[in-house]
């Protein structure tokens, strides 16, 4: 089985910047691409940044320039840095991924719980 966890929320204050990561661990054959969501309170969640297996990478408009999506395929680990934050970035992150399970044969799409973010003075 595999699973993924984010860690790295937290408060921070407006203009400043954050480090989320996104550990795969479990019965991983490979990762095909690997995404950062955020849902904000009374909104839909939407797609922030996504990585492909060969580190190509794409953003929504509103964070190009601020947010950088990276990953460790040795750690089967993603990482979102976050600088130059806005109050509207409040939100809860979520990590996803493609995942094969060696165990269950196939590709498995994965969520990982969630880490908030808030940004505030």
């Known amino acids: 089985q595999v699973q993924l966890v984010e860690s790295g929320g937290g408060l921070v204050q407006p203009g400043g910047s954050l480090r989320l990561s996104c550990a795969a661990s479990?019965?991983?054959?490979?990762?095909?691409?690997m995404a950062w969501y955020r849902q904000a309170p009374g909104k839909e969640r939407e797609l922030v940044a996504s990585?492909?297996?060969?580190?190509?990478?794409n953003y929504v408009d509103s964070v190009k320039g601020r947010f950088t999506i990276s990953r460790d395929n040795a750690k089967n680990t993603t990482y979102l840095h976050i600088n130059s934050l806005k109050p509207e970035d409040t939100a809860v992150y979520y990590c996803?991924?493609?995942?094969?399970?060696?165990?269950?044969?196939?590709?498995?799409?994965?969520w990982g719980q969630g880490t908030l973010v808030t940004v505030s003075s």
């Open positions: 996803n991924a493609e995942v094969s399970d060696y165990l269950v044969g196939r590709y498995l799409e994965l």
């Open positions: 479990g019965s991983i054959f490979t990762i095909k691409s």
């Open positions: 990585i492909t297996s060969d580190n190509s990478t």
